[in-house]
């Protein structure tokens, strides 16, 4: 070979040694857990995603798919789901029904517990601060859909069955994603204003619909609207009990993904 060459071979050799020295030079990246079956869990701590597509799987409502993930080092019990959900042509009402509720869960989850509840079960009587933090994202097209804690109360602290109440607090929410039920009025509660809703069915629901939409709360009370259902209106015993708190994003349809980026609860 001549000496070009020879010099052009080993400076191949030389650029590549340090492309690869560069790279092993590079911190590694946190491992990213991903969930795609449906009722699927990825656990840190006390909270763990829920890949819920209770619309789709238990009605049949709705196409598509959807999947959980976070970075397992992450630090701010961030989370994201991504999704692509459209409706059912075969279902003739399909745009009024959920197809899926990609949540944060922490306490009871329909017969499920993890092992660490975060402080719940709580009785309401007990009067504690349940205190939380969320700031989000959604960033989808054909997005219909919402934001919302979702909170299941009970006589027991581990129902067998469905609970009898459930209280849903939306920060935000599209056209047609918004509560069924009777208007009840207005209330100031958090230091926002909230519309009321109630429905009675096969289990009680009361709705507060935040006035002024947000993607972000700061050590935000959930005491207050327990307080309210419980003690200014007397529509929820005292004596019942907190299991589950959810905050999450129900879908009815949309392509793109929920992402949190930070989020907390603390029972005191």
């Given at each position: 070979?001549?000496?070009?060459?020879?010099?052009?071979?080993?400076?191949?050799?030389?650029?590549?040694?340090?492309?690869?020295?560069?790279?092993?030079?590079?911190?590694?990246?946190?491992?990213?857990?991903?969930?795609?079956?449906?009722?699927?869990?990825?656990?840190?701590?006390?909270?763990?995603?829920?890949?819920?597509?209770?619309?789709?799987?238990?009605?049949?409502?709705?196409?598509?798919?959807?999947?959980?993930?976070?970075?397992?080092?992450?630090?701010?019990?961030?989370?994201?789901?991504?999704?692509?959900?459209?409706?059912?042509?075969?279902?003739?009402?399909?745009?009024?029904?959920?197809?899926?509720?990609?949540?944060?869960?922490?306490?009871?989850?329909?017969?499920?517990?993890?092992?660490?509840?975060?402080?719940?079960?709580?009785?309401?009587?007990?009067?504690?601060?349940?205190?939380?933090?969320?700031?989000?994202?959604?960033?989808?097209?054909?997005?219909?859909?919402?934001?919302?804690?979702?909170?299941?109360?009970?006589?027991?602290?581990?129902?067998?069955?469905?609970?009898?109440?459930?209280?849903?607090?939306?920060?935000?929410?599209?056209?047609?994603?918004?509560?069924?039920?009777?208007?009840?009025?207005?209330?100031?509660?958090?230091?926002?204003?909230?519309?009321?809703?109630?429905?009675?069915?096969?289990?009680?629901?009361?709705?507060?619909?935040?006035?002024?939409?947000?993607?972000?709360?700061?050590?935000?009370?959930?005491?207050?609207?327990?307080?309210?259902?419980?003690q200014t209106k007397n529509w929820i015993s005292r004596s019942k009990y907190l299991i589950s708190v959810q905050a999450g994003h129900e879908i009815w349809r949309g392509k793109g993904n929920t992402q949190t980026n930070s989020y907390s609860l603390f029972v005191s």
């Amino acid at each position: 070979k001549s000496a070009a060459s020879i010099r052009w071979v080993l400076a191949g050799l030389v650029t590549a040694h340090l492309a690869l020295s560069a790279l092993l030079a590079q911190p590694a990246h946190a491992a990213w857990q991903s969930n795609c079956n449906t009722w699927g869990k990825i656990f840190f701590g006390k909270y763990y995603a829920h890949n819920s597509k209770w619309g789709n799987t238990n009605n049949g409502w709705g196409q598509g798919w959807q999947c959980v993930g976070r970075e397992s080092t992450n630090t701010s019990n961030a989370w994201k789901a991504d999704f692509d959900w459209w409706n059912n042509p075969n279902i003739s009402d399909d745009e009024w029904h959920i197809k899926a509720f990609p949540s944060c869960v922490v306490g009871w989850q329909w017969g499920y517990a993890n092992s660490d509840r975060g402080g719940l079960p709580v009785q309401l009587s007990a009067n504690k601060n349940v205190t939380t933090s969320w700031n989000y994202s959604i960033n989808a097209s054909n997005w219909k859909g919402n934001a919302i804690y979702d909170l299941w109360l009970d006589w027991s602290q581990n129902p067998g069955g469905h609970p009898t109440d459930e209280i849903m607090i939306f920060l935000n929410y599209s056209s047609g994603a918004a509560p069924t039920g009777g208007y009840q009025g207005t209330a100031y509660l958090a230091g926002a204003n909230w519309n009321v809703y109630k429905s009675n069915g096969s289990w009680q629901i009361i709705s507060f619909v935040r006035q002024s939409q947000t993607n972000s709360v700061s050590n935000m009370n959930i005491r207050d609207f327990l307080n309210y259902a419980s003690q200014t209106k007397n529509w929820i015993s005292r004596s019942k009990y907190l299991i589950s708190v959810q905050a999450g994003h129900e879908i009815w349809r949309g392509k793109g993904n929920t992402q949190t980026n930070s989020y907390s609860l603390f029972v005191s």
